[in-house]
């Protein structure tokens, strides 16, 4: 039950925080935009089975791979994507800890 809270907590509860302590002036987008970015979970479906409690989705799922974790990155250094990037490299530490737990 505790990984269960973690997990979830990181997901919404700590991305609001990110948003209303570092992005003031907009945390309301940002928060959104860190909400949206969980649709990179959608990877989920291509696997098989879809759900499996103690598998890692780094590097395991496509969209959690380590190249496309690079693009994130990459993103981070342009102005357009670099809140998108913070929110997808965000969730790529979650589901990284959720491997450990």
Do not use: Q
Request: include cysteine; hydrophobic fraction near 55%.
């Amino acid at each position: 039950m505790s990984k269960f809270i973690i997990h979830y907590a990181l997901h919404f509860i700590v991305p609001a925080f990110i948003a209303y302590f570092f992005f003031k002036d907009k945390w309301k987008m940002v928060y959104l935009i860190f909400l949206f970015s969980m649709l990179v979970d959608l990877d989920h479906l291509l696997a098989t089975p879809i759900f499996k409690e103690n598998r890692c989705s780094i590097n395991f799922h496509p969209l959690h791979s380590y190249i496309a974790i690079g693009f994130y990155c990459i993103g981070l250094f342009f102005k357009k994507t670099r809140i998108l990037c913070i929110a997808l490299l965000f969730h790529m530490l979650t589901d990284y800890i959720d491997c450990y737990l």
